[in-house]
């Protein structure tokens, strides 16, 4: 489980994410394009956990902090126009897979946005009261690693599952098919391209099944270029 911070605004915020961490037993933190990253400081709030932030790695896009994972899931608030699976922070502990999984949390002061809700097999809500449903930053991470922690004995879903990269393959695949074949073209829907991205990524595709799909894009791609070649 990889804990992905993205754009965090106050180093301390930080520091008492990573003692979250260490409270729970998980150790793997990324940082994506923090602001004013300041070491020091988060030292200040991360009491014991300093080796956690030591190890930390830092990317300046998204796409990157991701790649090398099998399932990106997002804790949020905002649905967006591309929404995966909506479910409840207790609804997705209980149900997880044993996946390489990236688990993404937005800015102090904003939420995570499209491009990144675009990326998620789910999107998890943390129960709150309607009236105030906003948790701070090291709240929200303390609350879904404990209940991760809560249901670490339950069984859960094995399988060989495709990195993220190769799904990044795959859109640019599907963008191109999509392009070429005429299902996609000016004053088409904005959000359709990434619905149907989002689709194979709520799938549970195994890494053998994205293969096929890729082999069969590939080949429409091949042919729609050959009947577009004079």
């Known amino acids: 489980m990889k804990v992905v911070l993205v754009e965090p605004k106050d180093s301390r915020n930080v520091g008492s994410v990573a003692r979250a961490m260490q409270n729970l037993g998980f150790s793997e933190l990324r940082l994506v394009a923090p602001r004013g990253w300041d070491r020091e400081q ?22 990157d902090s991701v790649e090398d994972c099998e399932e990106i899931v997002g804790v949020a608030l905002r649905t967006g126009e591309n929404p995966a699976q909506f479910v409840t922070l207790p609804q997705w502990a209980q149900s997880r897979s044993n996946k390489k999984t990236a688990l993404v949390f ?6 995570l946005r499209k491009e990144h809700l675009e990326k998620c097999r789910f999107v998890v809500r943390i129960p709150s009261s309607d009236l105030y449903p906003s948790f701070n930053l090291a709240q929200s991470v303390l609350l879904v690693l404990y209940e991760l922690s809560r249901n670490q004995n339950l069984e859960i879903k094995s399988g060989d599952w495709p990195r993220e990269q190769e799904f990044i393959n795959f859109d640019i695949l599907l963008d191109s098919v999509m392009e070429q074949s005429g299902f996609v073209r000016p004053g088409s829907p ?41």
């Open 190 to 230: 904005a959000p359709v391209p990434g619905k149907l991205k989002n689709i194979f990524r709520r799938t549970d595709l195994t890494r053998h099944e994205l293969s096929l799909l890729t082999a069969l894009f590939g080949r429409l791609q091949s042919a729609l270029r050959r009947e577009k070649t004079p």
């Open 106 to 111: 937005g800015p102090e002061d904003d939420d």
């Open 42 to 63: 988060a030292g200040v709030t991360a009491r014991n956990a300093e080796t956690i932030l030591d190890a930390a790695r830092i990317f300046e896009r998204f796409e």
